[in-house]
């Protein structure tokens, strides 16, 4: 029994991402509903952003409420980019997805090394003021980006019937990128140093952690990436507006998958994507009009705190060994 | 010690906090293997040595060598790399990691490249050998362990680095007597293997006794200078520090 439980945990989870791997791909191929195949290309938008997300707010402790100013530039770039020229193919603006992403983390350096002079509530309260700032600059540059009138770029010359499928498999690849980061991470001495740092600040600088470097380039991989998702969402949509592409609930909706699914943990924004976003989905389409999803997002995460309020694998794990013990 | 060359040079050294200063002037040295433990009333300025030591805390005047060169300008982290390594009076390990993980995090600096990262590792087994701690509750969070035992790791941690002079402050503090009396067979055990140590207690009757050499210090100046036996013996210290009645 318990060799069998040993190469279930060598192998098991392996496998099982591989299998989830060949679900997500097969997935807009066997089924035929557009409308199914949005809500999985949102699914997996809010899985690789959470995933980013948790690069800073979990491994780092770091609770940013400004994420959604660097989706919303990186959706910004792109709509702005390609009203200037032709989308080629069709393929052309996902190219330009990697500069993208790192102009806009080039951005977030200089921000974060400021915000990250402060802690927890503090940091939280400075970036969400940061991403009202830019969504007022969104509002006010209206030479660059159309002010309340948004900006529209070309529309994707796409087959209708499957129209999503590149956009699904563009999120599914940004999906694929957040997370060998985050393993990438887990597994370094950059990991060792994020979690330190999330323990205490001031006794990692006391073993020599180089702080700032390490906060600042979570901080840098987790605005690649939600930046280049701006991207892809920005060019799905063919037109945006600032309280659209920069809204506090995008930010927020991060932070509560991520909390669900377990915070600092590579399955656990996965997770809490896979089960908040197509609920938000069917919620948003549903009582879209009255916003009523609002209350069901704070009853969740008032449940998620008194129930588990290290997310739902952390507090799995703990059960499960806590039964192991006791066999 | 005679005709050992000193590792660590403390010259009229002054420091504070703001405005004010703590240390008015400290001289003191610890010679290569030495144990040094510095002894005295609270807010005498004996952890603020230590911190100047460590450069958690810039000097206002005067001087801190290391091997004859001079080490104010560095900062924590170059300290540590030059072989200063610093255990806090508080608790210093990460609650939430693993012991193993906090071990590793003592060799954090090093860890650079696939040879460092082998390095580092080499060095924890190593390190865990000399500490059963380590090794029986490797995949424990730190923060389960009891206080004497948080103090073995935290002790561990420090060795990571090889340091050439460890600064322990107060490690017995908040400890039961059985988990005391391990920390200073461990001090002893480091002592023995020649490593430099910079001790601050509070519990003078036993700090002295596993030091080679001490100083009292009193209002951020030394007041007295001896071997830790000699001041052991003299009646001033034991009045003050070890609970001797007047004319014992």
Redesign the interface.
Known sequence: MRRRLGRYRRYGPGLAGLAGLAALVVFPLAVSAPWLVTVGLFTLMYAALASAWNLVGGYAGYPSLGHAAFFGMGAYAEAIWWTHRTAGSGYGPFWTLPPIGLAVAAVAVPVAWIAMRTRTDVFAIVTITFLFVVQTLAFNLRGLTGGAQGVAMPVAPFTPATFERPFYYAMLALLLLALAMSYGVLHS?LG??L??V???ED????????VGAAKLTAFALSVVVTAMAGGVWAYYLSFIYPQFAIDPLLSIGMVLMVFLGGRGTLWGPVLGAFVVAPAQQYLAYRFGASQLYLLAYAALFVVVMLVMPRGALPTLRDRIRRAEARA | MNGVPDLLVLDHVTAGYGLGDVLHGVDLTVAEGEVVCLIGPNGAGKSTVLRTVSG?LRPGGGQVRLRGEPVDHLS??ER??RGIA?V?QER??????SVW?NL???G??L??GRAG?AAVRERADTVAEQFPIVAARRHEAAGSLSGGEQKQVELA?ALMLDPALMLLDEPSIGLEPRARQAVFATVRALADAGRSILLVEQNARSGLAVADRAAVLESGRVQLNGTGRALLADPRVARLYLGAKEGV
């Open positions: 001495r060792l140093a979690t330190a999330r323990g205490d006794k990692a600088r006391s073993v020599g952690v180089p | 958690l924590p982290r540590l790399l610093h806090p210093s390990l990460f609650p939430a990691m993980d590793l995090m003592g954090h600096i860890d650079r990262r941690r």
